[in-house]
């Protein structure tokens, strides 16, 4: 299938995450670490590009950021590249060390920024790299360290993030620590990580396509944010691109699926979602539920108000299917 352009303008928010090559760690010891770390301050204050969130794992990283003038495809190649070639020099190994391209996901800012900030920042924490919060504080290879003062990179916008949470150092902190907080219990966010408004090379039915036969499309873009965004964001890339970049709302999808899955069990669709308590209509919610929260990354009350349920209901429902 053909590669689309990245949609790379200057200025534009990005979730990026790179991968290690068929799973394996990009880092061996804490002189790796720093060296990813370091390499990527650099080539950030090179290029302009604004880092506002990060966390190097295991085998893969994440990096909230808006890239510079040069776009973000130059930023990448530069960390992704020089990075390997000091890994393989250091322990002394061929071949490539990442898989693929990275995926990246075009963000809007407004609804999604302190989200992705606190989901980004929480990974070691989800990992079992750390085992409280307040260990997350002080770990060094996540961007928290240094929003709560910990760890100091001049690279990182600190600021930034804390001003939106207020005007004083101190109390900006505090109240950041306390979202950060309160985010811990949402668990796996599917639309933080291209489940939103989804992008692929066929459309979600390759998507689907992909999955009944086991792959995984890891290099790929999409895009995050409102029908109003995404329509914003294709606007601006060529019609040959757009061939390959259709975006296909989660309310859009999740709404066909509700109507398909009803005319396939002679459900009406007015009746589940005013509420029947009929058998069939029960099974649907429960079985739709957790599609359109694991699957599509639709919010509790996004998948409620679609279902006729509350939001409490959607919760315990995927709960119960989790465990």
């Given at each position: 299938?053909?590669?689309?352009?990245?949609?790379?303008?200057?200025g534009t928010?990005h979730?990026v995450?790179?991968?290690g090559i068929?799973g394996?760690s990009i880092?061996?010891?804490?002189?790796d670490?720093?060296f990813f770390v370091?390499?990527m301050?650099k080539?950030?204050s090179?290029?302009?590009?604004s880092?506002?969130?990060w966390a190097?794992m295991?085998n893969?990283?994440h990096?909230?950021?808006k890239s510079g003038a040069?776009?973000l495809?130059?930023?990448m190649?530069?960390l992704?590249?020089g990075?390997?070639s000091?890994?393989?020099?250091?322990?002394?190994?061929?071949g490539h060390?990442?898989?693929?391209?990275?995926?990246s996901?075009?963000?809007?800012?407004?609804?999604?920024?302190?989200?992705?900030v606190s989901?980004?920042?929480?990974n070691?924490l989800?990992?079992?790299l750390v085992?409280s919060?307040?260990?997350?504080e002080?770990?060094?290879w996540s961007?928290h360290?240094v929003?709560?003062?910990?760890?100091?990179?001049?690279?990182?916008?600190r600021d930034?993030?804390l001003?939106?949470f207020?005007?004083?150092?101190f109390?900006?902190?505090?109240a950041?620590?306390e979202?950060?907080?309160?985010e811990s219990?949402?668990?796996?966010?599917?639309?933080?990580t291209g489940g939103?408004?989804?992008r692929s090379t066929g459309?979600?039915?390759?998507?689907?396509s992909l999955?009944?036969?086991?792959e995984?499309?890891?290099s790929?873009e999409?895009i995050?944010g409102?029908?109003?965004f995404v329509?914003?964001?294709?606007?601006?890339?060529d019609?040959?691109v757009?061939?390959?970049?259709?975006a296909?709302?989660?309310e859009?999808e999740a709404?066909e699926r509700l109507?398909?899955?009803?005319?396939?069990?002679?459900v009406?669709?007015l009746a589940?979602?005013n509420?029947?308590?009929m058998?069939?209509?029960?099974a649907?919610?429960?079985?739709?539920?957790?599609e359109?929260?694991q699957?599509?990354?639709m919010?509790?009350?996004?998948?409620?108000?679609?279902l006729?349920?509350s939001?409490a209901?959607?919760?315990?429902?995927v709960?119960s299917?989790l465990?």
């Amino acid at each position: 299938m053909p590669r689309g352009a990245r949609l790379d303008a200057p200025g534009t928010l990005h979730h990026v995450m790179v991968r290690g090559i068929e799973g394996n760690s990009i880092v061996a010891d804490d002189e790796d670490r720093g060296f990813f770390v370091s390499r990527m301050g650099k080539i950030a204050s090179e290029t302009g590009t604004s880092i506002f969130a990060w966390a190097l794992m295991t085998n893969h990283a994440h990096i909230l950021l808006k890239s510079g003038a040069a776009g973000l495809s130059t930023f990448m190649r530069k960390l992704l590249t020089g990075y390997a070639s000091g890994y393989n020099r250091r322990h002394q190994r061929h071949g490539h060390l990442f898989q693929n391209r990275y995926k990246s996901i075009v963000c809007e800012e407004e609804p999604y920024f302190l989200r992705l900030v606190s989901y980004i920042h929480l990974n070691p924490l989800r990992a079992g790299l750390v085992d409280s919060l307040e260990e997350l504080e002080r770990y060094p290879w996540s961007g928290h360290s240094v929003v709560m003062n910990r760890v100091r990179h001049e690279w990182q916008e600190r600021d930034y993030v804390l001003e939106c949470f207020g005007e004083r150092d101190f109390s900006a902190r505090k109240a950041y620590c306390e979202f950060v907080e309160s985010e811990s219990g949402r668990g796996r966010q599917p639309e933080l990580t291209g489940g939103g408004l989804i992008r692929s090379t066929g459309g979600w039915s390759e998507v689907k396509s992909l999955r009944k036969r086991g792959e995984k499309q890891f290099s790929d873009e999409r895009i995050l944010g409102s029908g109003d965004f995404v329509n914003g964001i294709l606007q601006d890339v060529d019609d040959a691109v757009k061939e390959v970049l259709p975006a296909v709302s989660m309310e859009g999808e999740a709404s066909e699926r509700l109507r398909s899955a009803c005319e396939e069990a002679g459900v009406n669709v007015l009746a589940l979602q005013n509420g029947s308590r009929m058998r069939e209509c029960s099974a649907l919610r429960k079985r739709l539920a957790v599609e359109f929260v694991q699957e599509l990354g639709m919010t509790y009350a996004g998948a409620a108000r679609l279902l006729g349920v509350s939001s409490a209901a959607v919760n315990m429902i995927v709960k119960s299917a989790l465990t």
